[in-house]
C-alpha cells in the first residue's frame, strides 16, 4: 500500500509552522557549514562566534558570547580555544570583572570573517534572500525577537 505525504491543510498551522522553522533552519545551518567549512576551513559554530564579535566595536565578555550564541558556554569556550590558537581571536582579562575575559577578533580575525560572510551571503542567496521580499524578511524577524524575548523572559523569571 502506497503511502503519502501529510499535506499542509492536514496539519494544523502550529505544527506546520514549528516544523517549517526546524526544517529551515536545519538545511540553512547544514548548507552554511559545508560552504564555510570548504572554503575556509571553518565550522558554522565558529562563524557565529565570530559573527557575534565583529558586530561589537568593543571586546565583548565570554558569558556575553556564550548568551547571545545558540551554542553552550562549554562550546563557546571551546570555539573561542579553537580560533584564538588559529590567531583569529584574542582573550583579555575583562577590566570591569577580574573574574571574567573579553575576547575580540584580531586583525586576521577580522578579514577570514569578512571572506567567510561573503562565502555565506552568496550561500544563502538562491536559497533564502533571493527569495524572501524585505515584508518576508521583515516578518521573519519578528517572529525571531519574539521567541528570543520569550526565551530572555522566561530565564529571567526563572533565574
Same mark, same amino acid.
Given at each position: ?22 526544517? &529551515? ?31 561589537? =566595536?568593543?571586546?565583548? =565578555? ?19 580555544? &579553537? ?9 583579555? =582579562?575583562? =577590566? ?64
Amino acid at each position: 500500500m502506497a503511502k503519502r505525504k501529510l499535506t499542509q491543510a492536514e496539519m494544523p498551522v502550529a505544527d506546520h509552522a514549528f516544523y517549517g522553522l526546524v526544517w &529551515a533552519g536545519t538545511v540553512l545551518t547544514e548548507r552554511v557549514d559545508r560552504a564555510l567549512s570548504k572554503a575556509h576551513d571553518l565550522p558554522v559554530s565558529w562563524f557565529e562566534v565570530m559573527l557575534w564579535l565583529a558586530s561589537s =566595536p568593543d571586546p565583548v =565578555p565570554a558569558s556575553v558570547l556564550g548568551n547571545s550564541t545558540m551554542l553552550s558556554r562549554s562550546q563557546v569556550s571551546r570555539v573561542v580555544d &579553537a580560533l584564538q590558537s588559529r590567531g583569529l581571536v584574542t582573550r583579555t =582579562p575583562s =577590566p570591569r570583572d577580574a573574574r571574567s575575559v573579553e575576547v575580540a577578533l584580531t586583525p586576521a580575525g577580522h578579514r577570514l570573517f569578512e571572506e567567510a560572510d561573503a562565502t555565506r551571503r552568496a550561500c544563502l542567496a538562491p536559497v533564502f534572500t533571493d527569495l524572501l521580499d524585505a515584508e518576508d524578511l521583515e516578518a521573519l524577524s519578528k517572529v525571531w525577537h519574539k521567541l528570543k524575548a520569550n526565551k530572555e523572559e522566561r530565564a529571567a523569571k526563572d533565574g
